[in-house]
Nanobody
């Protein structure tokens, strides 16, 4: 199983980025996939999760600014990030659960112990 993130970079506040996650070794399933981030000196937090693209859950801090989507045919996960803020800076990770949860549960419960994780892509938002 391999998850490879791309699309990170540096952007000014108010700008946009689109993160992509290419999954291999994982067939289509109903397990949740999601995006998580960890900023400097901060705990890892759930950003957005989806149940096979049919439903989604978002952290309150990114609602109405970020959109998660999934392309099952391409085994890909995306995160469209608009109106970026400096506090959105951090390492963004793609993950796929190994336990059956709802998208809302997955946002809080996915960890390295119960999910597959990518290596991350850095997002830096300057003010």
């Amino acid at each position: 199983v391999q998850l490879v993130e791309s699309g990170g970079g540096s952007v000014q506040a108010g700008g946009s980025l689109r993160l992509s996650c290419a999954a291999s070794g994982i067939s289509y399933s109903t397990y949740c996939m999601g995006w998580f981030r960890q900023g400097p000196g901060k705990e890892r937090e759930g950003v957005a999760t989806t149940e096979s693209g049919s439903s989604a859950s978002y952290a309150d801090s990114v609602k109405c600014r970020f959109t998660i989507s999934q392309d099952n045919a391409k085994n890909a996960l995306y995160l469209q990030m608009n109106s970026l803020k400096p506090e959105d800076s951090g390492m963004y990770y793609c993950a796929r659960a190994r336990v059956t949860w709802s998208a809302r549960q997955a946002l809080d419960l996915m960890t390295r112990a119960n999910s597959y994780w990518g290596q991350g892509t850095q997002v830096t938002v300057s003010s």
